[in-house]
């Protein structure tokens, strides 16, 4: 699906997280909630009607909260398709997004549809980007050992002696050979 009118705005404010709101026009809005009304109308039953024999209005009327929600899936899916390919590398997800206050949403027939998601970005990424510091403290480096990313602390227990977390069993000792 293709969304004709779709606006976007990238709020890149936290290092290596990114807010991406959505505006869908009217006209894709009302297009989509109709295509999905027409697939649903095949297979729902509407009382008094034989299965997907009832009227296109009546459809919409007995399922709309259903089309709703098959239809904002279909419009983020394909709004974040399009806003992603217009993206940098830098500002493309490293987790799948998240949409912010989706029980807010309401989808209505005919009206723009606005939402935003949050999702995490690559950090390694951040490191093209000569104003941002390249290692932060306590950020793994990719291919180090742990030993080698985490700071050994003076008295700190380290290896196979590590005292046990209460209430989980001990490994066996292993046996030892003369």
Do not use: W
């Not at 969304?3 to 505006?23: F, G, K, V």
């Not at 009546?58 to 899936?73: G, N, P």
């Amino acid at each position: 699906m293709l969304i004709a009118h779709l606006e976007y705005a990238l709020d890149n404010s936290i290092m290596t997280q990114r807010t991406l709101r959505l505006r869908v026009g009217r006209d894709d809005v009302a297009q989509c909630m109709d295509r999905v009304a027409t697939k649903l109308r095949i297979t729902s039953v509407v009382p008094g009607f034989r299965k997907g024999k009832a009227p296109l209005p009546l459809v919409r009327k007995h399922l709309q909260d259903r089309i709703a929600a098959e239809a904002f899936q279909e419009l983020k899916r394909a709004g974040l398709d399009q806003v992603m390919k217009k993206l940098d590398d830098a500002d493309k997800p490293f987790i799948p997004p998240e949409v912010l206050d989706e029980a807010k949403i309401k989808l209505k027939y005919g009206e723009e549809l606005e939402f935003a998601v949050k999702y995490l970005i690559d950090p390694s990424g951040m490191s093209r980007n000569p104003q941002q510091p390249e290692f932060q403290q306590g950020a793994v480096v990719p291919g180090a050992s742990v030993q080698q990313a985490m700071p050994q602390f003076p008295g700190a227990a380290s290896g196979p002696g590590l005292p046990s977390i209460p209430g989980m069993p001990t490994p066996p000792p292993a046996p030892e050979t003369s």
